[in-house]
Structure formats: structure tokens, C-alpha cells
Nanobody, 119 residues
Framework: QVQLVESGGGLVQAGGSLRLSCAAS????????VSWYRQAPGKEREFIAA???????NYADSVKGRITISRDNDKNIVYLQMNSLKPEDTAVYYC?????????????WGQGTQVTVSS
């Protein structure tokens, strides 16, 4: 079992920055990858960025160059640094962890943190 808690969301003006945090607890050593997703009102949840246990990162084309995913292994926290924010970045941001154990895939989600970008 893994528990995820997101934080760092808030209200920011366009062009500003925010750093989101995803704190993991539980069986964190079994996590294969952590991803960030977001969901805007009336839209489907979309992938933003991911970081694997080996440090490999992947980004959605829509955020490349503006968003950086990183992690602090000692604290079991994954960060999402967001710069040059736009009103269209307004959404609830969710953290996701994937574990592959004995042939089974387990996925865990946090409760989300709201990001609102004003124009």
C-alpha cells in the first residue's frame, strides 16, 4: 500500500510559478514510477509528467519547457515545478504512483491539489 498526499497548489497570476509536492508513505521502496496528472473542469484527466525509480523523466508535449518533475528520495517526495503558468493550466493536479509486484500492477492516487491561474 502507498499513500500519496499532494500540496502546494493555490492561486497564482499568469506568468507565475508554483511548486507542487507529492509526499509518499507506505511501501515506497516498491514504487516504479510517480506521475502527475491534471483535470480541468469538464475535461478528462490528462498526463503531465512522470519520473521513474531510475530517474527517467517524461513530459507531455503541452508542458515541455515549462514544467520540471524531480524527486527527493530521502524524503519520499516528488516535486512538480511549474513556471510561466497560463490560465489554461488551471486544474486539479493529482499525483499517481505505480507499483509492479509479482506480475500485478497497482496504481495509487492522491486526493489532488487545486491550481488556479488568473489572467
Amino acid at each position: 500500500q502507498v499513500q500519496l498526499v499532494e500540496s502546494g497548489g493555490g492561486l497564482v497570476q499568469a506568468g507565475g510559478s508554483l511548486r507542487l509536492s507529492c509526499a509518499a508513505s507506505g511501501s515506497t521502496s516498491s514504487i516504479n514510477a510517480v506521475s502527475w496528472y491534471r483535470q480541468a473542469p469538464g475535461k478528462e484527466r490528462e498526463f503531465i509528467a512522470a519520473i521513474s525509480s531510475g530517474g527517467y523523466t517524461n513530459y507531455a508535449d503541452s508542458v515541455k519547457g515549462r514544467i520540471t518533475i524531480s524527486r527527493d528520495n530521502d524524503k519520499n517526495i516528488v516535486y512538480l515545478q511549474m513556471n510561466s503558468l497560463k490560465p489554461e493550466d488551471t486544474a486539479v493536479y493529482y499525483c499517481n504512483a505505480v507499483m509492479a509486484v509479482t506480475g500485478h500492477i497497482y496504481k495509487y492516487w492522491g486526493q489532488g491539489t487545486q491550481v488556479t491561474v488568473s489572467s
